[in-house]
């Protein structure tokens, strides 16, 4: 795909931690990255996936760096790398390797849709919170404990006297609704602060919100909300995610989320990013962000067709993005 300028991205390569089960990478392939791939192709990029350590950098004397990608060499001018940090339990052991490999790629020129900086920020809850304070749509409340081996001393104990049980508990910097619990008072969570600290896993507490949350999905493409997925829980459950049994549907945009979703536009200028807020039947709140959010797993093909939309848009902004900043790195040069 070429811009007026004549400017052309040929590849759009996204590095992922290879870390999961047989079944987790077929269930992935089938709904999102044989998607993704096709669509791809469809506006012009070769799609790849690639782990962090397949990056190999050459910068000997005053030159340029050469950089490889699973022996290949990338430019900055034919090459989009989607760098989006992923921590969930089983890419942990990846996750010095795509921090560093990240850092590295932006200092070698390389434009990378999601900046380091703002997916560092993302990825762990309280960073968010933190960096989107002025948001005018409330953040939920958050208490962040570093849990770990010296957990049960119950240093972090000051820091939740505020907050009334029940509370919501959950890693800090893991997705997908995996890892959520429910404690009712400080026995039960010391024993989650425990089972946290054996394996040096930081958890987010939150007040609890109450049954039937809503969760609104917001994906915002140039700057602008593109597509409203709201998530609707079962029953009691902790999260909205289908894989507990959740339900979807897309709706307009909350007039109420106006003012919050310019904001976030405002604070992370990128092509891309999922926003996430949670309706408790009264206002909404302020969840988290997620500069890759996936679009897959359509049950039909009035889905897949929306679904294929945001995907397509997202990854056109991308080839815009990407060609403007190449435009200005050769005016600069």
Not at 55 to 80: C, H, K, N, S, W
Request: aromatic share 10%; charged share 20%; glycine share 8%.
């Amino acid at each position: 795909m070429t811009d007026p300028a004549g400017h052309q991205a040929k590849r759009l390569c996204w590095i992922y931690p290879d870390r999961g089960t047989l079944r987790q990478r077929t269930a992935e392939d089938n709904a999102v990255w044989t998607k993704y791939t096709g669509i791809a192709a469809d506006v012009g990029l070769r799609m790849s996936l690639h782990k962090a350590e397949a990056i190999t950098v050459e910068a000997i004397g005053d030159g340029e760096p050469r950089i490889f990608l699973d022996g290949e060499r990338i430019t900055p001018e034919d090459t989009i790398l989607v760098t989006s940090l992923w921590s969930l339990p089983h890419q942990v052991q990846e996750v010095c390797n795509q921090l560093f490999a990240y850092s590295i790629l932006e200092q070698a020129g390389f434009y990378l849709p999601i900046h380091p900086k703002y997916s560092y920020i993302t990825t762990d809850k309280m960073a968010t919170m933190l960096y989107l304070r002025d948001c005018p749509v409330p953040r939920v409340p958050t208490v962040r404990i570093g849990a770990g081996r010296d957990a049960p001393s119950g240093h972090w104990a000051p820091a939740v006297a505020n907050l009334e049980f029940p509370l919501l508990v959950k890693p800090a910097y893991w997705g997908m609704g995996t890892g959520v619990c429910l404690a009712h008072s400080m026995h039960e969570l010391r024993g989650l602060i425990g089972l946290a600290g054996g394996a040096d896993t930081a958890l987010a507490v939150q007040p609890y919100l109450g049954e039937g949350v809503d969760d609104f999905r917001v994906y915002v493409i140039d700057g602008k909300p593109h597509t409203v997925l709201r998530r609707i829980p079962q029953g009691a459950a902790l999260t909205a995610n289908t894989a507990n049994g959740g339900t979807f549907d897309y709706v307009p945009v909350p007039p109420e989320l106006t003012d919050a979703l310019a904001y976030l536009a405002k604070q992370l200028p990128m092509p891309y990013f999922a926003a996430d807020f949670l309706w408790d039947g009264t206002q909404f709140w302020l969840s988290e962000v997620e500069p890759d959010g996936a679009v897959g797993y359509a049950p039909d093909e009035e889905v897949a067709k929306i679904q294929r939309r945001v995907i397509e848009d997202r990854f056109r902004a991308y080839v815009a993005a990407h060609a403007r900043w190449v435009e200005q790195r050769e005016s600069a040069a």
